[in-house]
């Protein structure tokens, strides 16, 4: 189960970064703003995702894997909720980095924990399913992002993607033992 959160996570966190290109013609208007500079929503979560996921990665070792994932998934939450809320480009621009730092660190938490609760013998298989879902976050998520985004309006994508990560949170806080990094 721990296995399959942590490749639910890792997917969603894919399908939201590239959403608002397939938004954009919603978004801008709802941020007030140009279509050119809500371009800049996915170049900030990339931008968080590069800054951000070294430092973050080195500060989460200090805590056990457990609450630095539970931790990195609210950060997610609250950066998608920033966005959601956002009636400027600039908050949503600040929730995007956030995002995107979350999503850095938990990209780089999410192979070691695999492999910690599937042991040894099973690695392989944990490495699989949480690397594998990052692509398939990539090819199908970001379009249903768009496309949940589109039908429902723009707000609907990242009011979807906090509650998805908010319950992988949860679930993660339950299935994941207290390891501590090694």
Known sequence: MAILVLASAGF????VELSPAGLLNQMAPGLNTNIAMAGSLTALYSLGNAVLALPLTALAVRFSRRFALTGTLLVFVAGNAVVFFASDLMPALVG?????????????????????????????????IVI????????????????VGTTLGWRATFAGAALMALLCAALLAIKIPPMRAE
């Open 12 to 15: 969603l966190a894919l399908a």
């Open 96 to 128: 995007r980095f956030v995002s995107g730092g979350a999503h850095g660190l938990l990209m780089s938490l999410a192979p070691a924990v695999a492999i910690g609760v599937a042991g040894l013998k099973h690695e392989r298989r944990a490495l699989s």
């Open 132 to 147: 594998g879902a990052n692509t398939v976050g990539i090819a199908l998520g970001a379009p249903l992002a768009s496309l």
